[in-house]
T-cell receptor, first 118, second 112 residues
Framework: EAQVTQNPRYLITVTGKKLTVTCSQN?????MSWYRQDPGLGLRQIYY???????DKGDVPEGYKVSRKEKRNFPLILESPSPNQTSLYFC?????????????????FGAGSRLTVL | QQQVKQSPQSLIVQKGGIPIINCAYE??????FPWYQQFPGKGPALLIA?????SEKKEGRFTISFNKSAKQFSLHIMDSQPGDSATYFC???????????FGKGTSLLVTP
């Protein structure tokens, strides 16, 4: 089954304790991205990657790191988590031209990772 | 700065009604306008999308209306059903789907 897999799905941690949220896709997609979803703020992009070893900041990159050493994996790293990073995180991937009649990219999202930082 | 403004924040309609969700944007470089649907506990999934060279697109009961001059687009759900209850996000991109800018979302409840 074509999918984006995120782990962990739920995590409660404490301020300052480094954590990594993994993301893996099995669709050979070039593009991968991380979003955070907060009530009343919608989905905001954290980082994205156009391909292996190519990453760039989104709208809210502060406090996060990413790496793209392999095409299928795009982990999100919180070096020193703070309570304002408590959120629902989504990883997504896409590849050019899969958008049917619109010809655009269609993001496939993971199921989400709910992170609480105490 | 929110590049795509979405309204209303929440919406309740009866079964069979036609909920309408509106979005507005400022950046004329945007060339792709998708709508994503999210059910509780799930990630968003593409529902329907439009390019700015057409004014309307229909897929089943879902229709996007696009007004390029007003820089607005909207989602209409015909004959809405309780199973349509979800959060809907509009989005816009100037790179054919890369780096999507999402609206804040609309929580839709369709009552029986």
């Amino acid at each position: 089954e074509a999918q984006v897999t995120q782990n962990p799905r739920y995590l409660i941690t404490v301020t300052g304790k480094k954590l990594t949220v993994t993301c893996s896709q099995n669709m050979n997609h070039e593009y991968m991205s991380w979003y955070r979803q907060d009530p009343g703020l919608g989905l905001r992009q954290i980082y994205y990657s156009m391909n292996v070893e190519v990453t760039d900041k989104g709208d809210v990159p502060e406090g996060y790191k990413v790496s793209r050493k392999e095409k299928r994996n795009f982990p999100l790293i919180l070096e020193s988590p703070s309570p304002n990073q408590t959120s629902l995180y989504f990883c997504a991937s896409s590849t050019p031209g899969q958008g049917g009649s619109s010809g655009a990219n269609v993001l496939t999202f993971g199921a989400g990772s709910r992170l609480t930082v105490l | 700065q929110q590049q795509v403004k979405q309204s209303p924040q929440s919406l309740i309609v009866q079964k069979g009604g036609i909920p309408i969700i509106n979005c507005a944007y400022e950046n004329t470089a945007f060339d792709y306008f998708p709508w994503y649907q999210q059910f509780p506990g799930k990630g968003p999934a593409l529902l329907i999308a439009i390019r700015p060279d057409v004014s309307e697109k229909k897929e089943g009961r879902f229709t996007i209306s696009f007004n390029k001059s007003a820089k607005q687009f909207s989602l209409h759900i015909m004959d809405s059903q309780p199973g349509d209850s979800a959060t809907y996000f509009c989005a816009a991109s100037k790179h054919s789907g890369y780096a999507l800018n999402f609206g804040k979302g609309t929580s839709l409840l369709v009552t029986p």
